[in-house]
Structure formats: structure tokens, C-alpha cells
């Protein structure tokens, strides 16, 4: 915890990030302890991974963990704009103040209303500053990844050194924080990876681009997958927690998706002064609360005093750890990355360039993916369909015979001309230019067909074409998308997570999924009941 202190497919454009991301700084600590590291691990022995479980081995410091798979290269993310969940009004705070009482927030409970926190990822990576912040501000996350399957890595980034500075020499605190977190990790989840990256307490600032590179290696395992990553609150008012905060946000890879857990804002704020619009909760179980109570424990150094001696007080006292003891633990969205744009002009060159864009007319991949989607659709005939992103209409040309109306669109104009031409015998086949998901047409649909289009779309633009969808639906209809897989390295986002937030956000029953490594499909309906149950056979 520390002291107080603060293949090339469709291309698109892409804004820089503001690097002010984080908002209103809560304000500078009165007492402030000086969180310099005297010692610094040699070069290359600062990462030690081992699962948290095993306590007499130790990983090359460049590995993996195991359940992290290889990856492909990534490109930066989108600009963010201000975070949510930052202060409205704050106040100066020290460590062994009271701070605000638990029973204040509890009585307040200002997360009430917020949504739950979603654990739909193949992974999830948890980043502290210190040997205490993974257990303090996400141990029941580490304990509910390890309860429910999902893989869980925890990453700690500096040696804690720093946390008693007026008792000198740090070399003992160093070596008991290190196995004080195996031992905390371990009551937690037993089977999560536990990275140390051996950088200087009090330092994470003047060390960010390193820091920044080596979280970026160990994320290089999962960036081809949805995972969550799961940091100190850049709002938090501890400059180690802030920076590192900052440095999850900047993290490169689409799928990633980031979250702020909060530590001493519980201490200096107060309920009527939090912005909670961004906060996300996980409700804890009995059991998961008693592994996170054992494991704050085992955190000697930080919950009881260090020494008699001035400077040796708990950095986590009695009211402050209570916070940790609560029955939610709260996460703050990054911020909502802006809405971008697909390159128009490239992809009406690249149509111009090829007659017969990715293979649509020649490769069996295609082909096959087509006839899976349409042996997807739940029923035999449509009366009104729209596919979304028709390219040169080889997919429109087979829908048309499961549709008595369909309106096929797409952005570039090249493509709209392809699928013209390739329809145009066909009666109950419409084509027309729409820049999506602005250019919404009218009228209401019982089938919509979204492939290979929504991860060239920021995440703005991807909540209004989900939120487009579901207006445009009648009572009875069915969603088919149909995604690649694997990495873009123009696109904003990947299949897998456009799927993750189709889930979250249609509102719909979701009735057939299918994966490949290549590829997914989902169908959504707006009534549940499989094709049997339909046709009275179950």
C-alpha cells in the first residue's frame, strides 16, 4: 500500500491519447513520508514469478505465467477522455488520522447503485503498486477468479521498501513485504500467477517507462483475448497508486479493459462528495470476504506497528483497514474511450484495388462461415432484415433467400456499387450507402445481421450501434454477429470483446453461441425459446 503519498483488414483513423487522463487530483497529503528506496534489485532480477502457492521457487525474471498465452504485436489504444469517479470536493489528508469512518460510508453506501462489476473475460491481471494494494483494493477479485476459473495474475510492482523510512535500513522490511504478499496472494487464490517487478518504492514515477514496458510484457500473453485489468485508481491520492494508475490506462492492447480500485480515498473523502457515475461493484460472498480478511492479516508490517519507535506506527490502522472488510469492493471505469470514425477513403481504395476483397468468392474459410451464420438463423424465412456492413454483397446475395425485404448498407461507396450490381435481378434486395452508426435508416427489422463491422468502431460509436440495433428491433426478431477473432492492427477493438459488450448491452436472450479460433458467432432474440421449443418439439 505504501505511506500517504501521493492478416490486414479494414483500417481506420485514430486519435492520440490525452495523457492527462486521471482528472482532478485529490489533494497532496499533509504528512508525507519520503517513499525512496535505498536498495535496487539488479537489472533483470527484479520480476519473480512464481504461483502464489509455491514458496521455494522462483521463474526466470522474462517469463510468462503459464495460463498466459503468446500474442501478436499491438497498436496504441484511442484517446480517453476525463475519468469518472473523480472528487467534487476533497481535503488534505494523513495516514494515521482517522479519516473518515466506515460506518460514514457504510451508512451512505454511495455504490448502492452501481452496476456489478462483469467477470465475462478470459482473464484478469491485477496490478499494485505496493506488496498490500492487491489485497486491500482486489482481493476479492483475486479470490472470486480463483473461485469461478478465471486465470488471475497479480503484479507487484515495487518492493515496499519505503512504507517505515525513519526506521532505516529497509532490507528486512523489503524481503518480509515480498513474502508477506506470497502468503496473502495464496489464502486468496492458490492457483494466481504472482509477478514481482522489484522496482523502488516511492519511485514508480521516475520509473514509468520501465514499469510501463514490463507490465506491457506480461500483458503480452492475453492481448489477443478479453482480459481485465484491474490497477490502483489514478484519483487515489497516493503518487505511486496515481502513476501506476496512469500507466494501466496507457496500456496498448484493444482488449484490455481497465478499472481503478480505490485505497485512500476511503480515507480523505467523504460520500457526499463522490462522483459514482463510473463506479462498478463486486458483491463479495461470505467466503470470499473471510479469505480477504485472513490475507490483509498476513500483511504484518502494514496493519500492526513496525517499532515503538516514532515512525514505526501501522501504515494501515484498525479504521482504515475496516474499509477493506466491507462486503463490496468498488472499481472505477477508465474512461470511455471517444468515439472514432472508420477510414472511409481506405476502405473505398482498398475495394477499388481488389475486385474480390478478403476472399469472399474464393476462400473456403468464407464460404464456410457463411453457411455457418445462415444455418445460425433460428428461423426458415424473415419479413423484414437489414445487414449492416455488406461489403461486395456475396453474404446479401445468400440472405435474400431467407428475406422477404432486406436492406443491405455499408460505408464505402465501391461496396455499395459491388453489391448493387450483384443484387440487382434480385426484387426484395435494397443497397444504400450509410455511414454507420450516425446514418441509422428507419423502420424496424425482425432480423439484423451484424459481421465483421463493429470493431472498426470506437467505443462511443460501438454503444450507439448496439443501442441503433435495439430501437430497430420488432417484438419478435433475432441478432446474428459474427466476428473475426484474432488480432486487427487497424481496428479499435477485437471480435471477443465487441461480443463481450453485444452481451452487456442488447438486453437480449442470447439462444446459440458459436467459437472457433478464428472466428464467433451469437444469435440474440428478443424472445427466448430454442428452434425445437418453437416447433413443439420440446
Known amino acids: 500500500m ?5 492478416a ?25 513520508r519520503r517513499d525512496r528506496g535505498t536498495h535496487r534489485l539488479p537489472r533483470g532480477a527484479g520480476a519473480r514469478t512464481r504461483p502464489a502457492h509455491d514458496r521455494r521457487t522462483v521463474r526466470a525474471p522474462d517469463r510468462r505465467p503459464a495460463h498466459l498465452p503468446a500474442t501478436a504485436s499491438r497498436s496504441a489504444r484511442p484517446g480517453r477522455t476525463r475519468p469518472e469517479g473523480q472528487l467534487i470536493v476533497s481535503a488534505g489528508f494523513d495516514h494515521r488520522d482517522p479519516g473518515t469512518l466506515e460506518q460514514t460510508w457504510a451508512d451512505a453506501a454511495p455504490w448502492r447503485a452501481a452496476p456489478p462489476l462483469h467477470l465475462d473475460v478470459d482473464a484478469v491481471v491485477v496490478l499494485a503498486a505496493h506488496p498490500d494494494d492487491e489485497t486491500l483494493g482486489a482481493g476479492g477479485l483475486v479470490a472470486r477468479c480463483h473461485a469461478v476459473g478465471v486465470p488471475v495474475t497479480v503484479v507487484i510492482v515495487t518492493d515496499g521498501g519505503a512504507s517505515h523510512p525513519l526506521l532505516g535500513d529497509d532490507r528486512d522490511l523489503r524481503r518480509e513485504r515480498r513474502r508477506e504478499a506470497v502468503d496473502a496472494v495464496a489464502d486468496l487464490a492458490p492457483s494466481a500467477g504472482l509477478v514481482f517487478l522489484g522496482f523502488d518504492d516511492g519511485r514508480v514515477d521516475e520509473q514509468r517507462a520501465e514499469i510501463a514496458a514490463r507490465v506491457n510484457a506480461v500483458l503480452a500473453g492475453v492481448a489477443d483475448r478479453p482480459v481485465l485489468v484491474a490497477a490502483p485508481w489514478w484519483g487515489d491520492g497516493h503518487r505511486d497508486h496515481r502513476v501506476l494508475g496512469e500507466i494501466a490506462l496507457e496500456l496498448g492492447a484493444p482488449s484490455v479493459e481497465v478499472v481503478g480500485y480505490p485505497i485512500w480515498l476511503w480515507h480523505w473523502a467523504t460520500p457526499d462528495a463522490v462522483e459514482t457515475s463510473g463506479w462498478q461493484v463486486l458483491q463479495l460472498t461470505d467466503a470470499e470476504r473471510a479469505a480477504k480478511s485472513g490475507a490483509i492479516a498476513r500483511h504484518r508490517t502494514q496493519v500492526e506497528p513496525l517499532s515503538p519507535l516514532p515512525g514505526g506506527e501501522a501504515i494501515v490502522h484498525d479504521g482504515m483497514r475496516a474499509h477493506f472488510l466491507r462486503a463490496e469492493e468498488v472499481y472505477i471505469a477508465a474512461p470511455i474511450t471517444a468515439g472514432a470514425s472508420a477510414d472511409i477513403a481506405a476502405f473505398d481504395d482498398f475495394f477499388r484495388r481488389h475486385d474480390d476483397p478478403w476472399g469472399f468468392e474464393t476462400r473456403w474459410y468464407e464460404a464456410r462461415k457463411r453457411a455457418v451464420l445462415l444455418a445460425a438463423l433460428p428461423r426458415a424465412s424473415f419479413a423484414t432484415a437489414l445487414e449492416l456492413g455488406c461489403a461486395n454483397g456475396v453474404l446479401t446475395a445468400e440472405l435474400a433467400g431467407r428475406c422477404d425485404d432486406l436492406l443491405a448498407v455499408d460505408a464505402s461507396e465501391p461496396a455499395v456499387r459491388a453489391a448493387s450490381d450483384r443484387t440487382r435481378d434480385l426484387a ?68 471477443d470483446r465487441v461480443h463481450l459488450e453485444l452481451s452487456r448491452s442488447l438486453g437480449l436472450h442470447r439462444i446459440a453461441r458459436h467459437e472457433e479460433a478464428d472466428f464467433v458467432l451469437e444469435v440474440y432474440a428478443t424472445a427466448p425459446g430454442s428452434v425445437a421449443e418453437r416447433e413443439g418439439l420440446a
Not at 486519435?15 to 497529503?29: C, L, N, Q
Request: glycine content about 12%; overall charge positive.
Open 2 to 6: 505504501g505511506g500517504p503519498r501521493g
Open 8 to 32: 490486414r483488414r479494414r483500417g481506420r483513423t485514430r486519435r492520440p491519447r490525452d495523457r492527462r487522463a486521471g482528472g482532478a487530483r485529490p489533494p497532496r497529503p499533509r504528512h508525507r
Open 428 to 495: 426484395n434486395v435494397r443497397v444504400e450507402q450509410r455511414v454507420l452508426p450516425g446514418a441509422w435508416p428507419a423502420g424496424r427489422f425482425d432480423l439484423v445481421v451484424l459481421s465483421e463491422l463493429a470493431y472498426y468502431l470506437g467505443a462511443d460509436d460501438r454503444d450507439l450501434l448496439a443501442r441503433s440495433i435495439r430501437g430497430s428491433l420488432t417484438d419478435d426478431a433475432v441478432v446474428v454477429a459474427c466476428h473475426w477473432r484474432r488480432r486487427i492492427d487497424d481496428a479499435a477493438t477485437i471480435g
